[in-house]
């Protein structure tokens, strides 16, 4: 997603903005509503809401909600997602520096306790130079985003695979494994409401409210993502890892 498949057109539609060429502005969100099969104006409406000035001091992904005001405060975590670079191309660059870190201890682990090779022709460093070098007009072209891997699979997939305009989720059935899991969670959670560093950490009540509100059995589809997938269940392994190092802290002192 960082390279041969970076989605940029928010990015493309925010540099033509910047440099006042009004006219292609137009014309290109004219095209990618087109593509999208959307009315024009609800396009605009989602593009420019991320320009307005409070959405640069949005959150990441609803995680810190859980987070303990105290402890957020004295982090500064407001001040750090303010700073963190705004322009996109750091961004991304930032991001797949940390893979290329990743990566290697990830196959490492899949070799040693699988036997498994792991290769990830994205993360080439020859693919990462070309992809990073592309101009944005290359990789949205024509209100078609990720152009360029599109354009280059032309001679071996399928048209109706390369030019699809809608895409699956990832992980879509994510709610499924969490409500497998609650009473584990439930669980956990109360072990955090007794750790001292949990508890300095995260806002463990607010996790154990969320979790009542579950909706099981034929209503399990109505659970909010932002707040479950991307936010209680980060703030759960956040405190599974202080419970794991309070565990080996204790057994090493012993």
């Known amino acids: ?11 493309r539609l925010e540099e033509l903005v910047r440099q006042h060429h009004w006219i292609r502005w137009w014309r290109e969100t004219q095209q990618a509503a087109r593509v999208r099969r959307r009315p ?3 396009l605009l409406a989602s593009e420019m809401a991320g ?15 859980f987070m303990n005001a105290d402890f957020a405060s004295r982090m500064n975590v407001a001040e750090r997602i303010r700073n963190s670079p705004a322009d ?3 961004r991304r660059l930032q991001r797949l520096l940390s893979t290329q870190n990743q990566i290697p201890v990830f196959n490492y682990a899949s070799l040693r306790r699988w036997g498994v090779r792991t290769l990830d022709p994205t993360n080439d460093l020859r693919v990462v130079e070309f992809c990073l070098a ?6 949205f072209h024509q209100g078609w985003d990720r152009a360029i891997i599109r354009r280059a699979m032309d001679p071996y997939l399928p048209a109706e695979v390369i030019w699809r305009r809608n895409r699956g989720r990832q992980a879509a059935d994510w709610m499924l494994t969490l409500d497998r899991s609650l009473e584990q969670v439930m669980e956990d959670l109360g072990r955090m409401r ?10 463990v009540p607010l996790m154990q409210e969320r979790l009542q509100q579950w909706h099981r059995g034929d209503q399990v589809y109505r659970n909010h993502a932002r707040d479950y997938q991307l936010g209680l269940t980060r703030a759960w392994l956040v405190g ?9 802290s204790v057994r090493m002192a012993a």
């Not at 640069?56 to 609803?62: P, Q």
């Open 1 to 11: 997603n960082l390279t041969v498949s970076c989605s940029v057109m928010s990015l």
């Open 40 to 42: 024009h104006w609800r």
């Open 51 to 65: 320009h307005w000035p409070w959405s640069r001091n949005s959150t990441l992904d609803g995680s810190d909600v």
């Open 88 to 90: 996109f191309a750091a």
């Open 134 to 139: 592309l101009p944005y007009e290359q990789q």
């Open 194 to 203: 007794q750790s001292a560093l949990a508890s300095e950490v995260l806002n």
């Open 240 to 248: 599974r890892f202080i419970l794991w190092f309070e565990s080996q």
